[in-house]
């Protein structure tokens, strides 16, 4: 079965230009989250989904960024403008359902470096 | 700030011994508590979870739970070159969000 899949892999840009990041979770999952990962701060949730409708959104920075699921096959992290401080690697993981027995599942994530 | 407390290491644990990680965790809320194991460079790959008091056992790993003690740990027998990596303990909400420790680098010497 395939797993998370996001892309891009990597991902280098200017300072103020918009970035989108693309996950597509695994095939019948209907939990999806956003994490970024620094050396400073760890793992951190950023968003996540049920059913494609964001439930909590207070792990978000920054009105900068934000974050969709038009689908239950698709999601969209995105930030604009970009700032260097945003430079971290981002994962999507999902879950079929959620609760103590419910381990998440993670994709390759996407390595971000904002010039 | 509810939290999850981990050593960060390195710990240097010698080919075939066991290495003992060691998680913390505030929230007396926490219902389950899961490990993770991540390569430099790649993503987190889910090792066990638990969330019953005692231990549990899968291969060559085991996870303690007590949650008097709101504490979790892992054990790794015969250690090998290719357990060397960082270590992620998480523990759940009530939610069922996920909290992660900052992760204990493991390094096993041949």
């Known amino acids: 079965d395939a797993g998370v899949i996001q892309s891009p892999r990597h991902e280098v840009t200017e300072m103020g230009q918009e970035v989108t990041l693309r996950c597509k979770p695994i095939?019948?999952?209907?939990?999806l989250f956003w994490y970024r990962q620094t050396m400073m701060r760890g793992l951190e949730l950023l968003i996540y989904?049920?059913?494609?409708?964001?439930?909590?959104d207070s792990g978000m920075p920054e009105d900068r960024f934000s974050a969709k699921m038009p689908n239950a096959s698709f999601s969209t992290l995105k930030i604009q403008p970009s700032e260097p401080r945003d430079s971290a690697v981002y994962f999507c993981?999902?879950?079929?359902?959620?609760?103590?027995?419910?381990?998440?599942?993670f994709g390759d994530g996407t390595r971000l470096s904002i010039l | 700030q509810k939290e999850v407390e981990q050593n960060s290491g390195p710990l240097s644990v010698p080919e075939g011994a066991i290495a003992s990680l060691n998680c913390t965790y505030s929230?007396?809320?926490?219902?389950?508590f899961f490990w993770y194991r991540q390569y430099s460079g790649k993503s987190p790959e889910l090792i066990m979870f638990i969330y019953s008091n005692g231990d549990k056992e899968d291969g060559r790993f085991t996870a303690q739970l007590n949650k008097a003690s709101q504490y979790v740990s892992l054990l790794i027998r015969d250690s090998q070159p290719s357990d060397s990596a960082t270590y992620l303990c998480a523990s759940t909400d009530s939610w069922g969000k996920l909290q992660f420790g900052a992760g204990t680098q493991v390094v096993v010497t041949p």
């Open positions: 993981a999902s879950s079929l359902g959620q609760g103590y027995n419910q381990p998440q599942h």
């Open positions: 929230d007396r809320g926490s219902q389950s």
């Open positions: 095939s019948g999952h209907d939990y």
């Open positions: 989904f049920n059913n494609n409708v964001p439930i909590d």
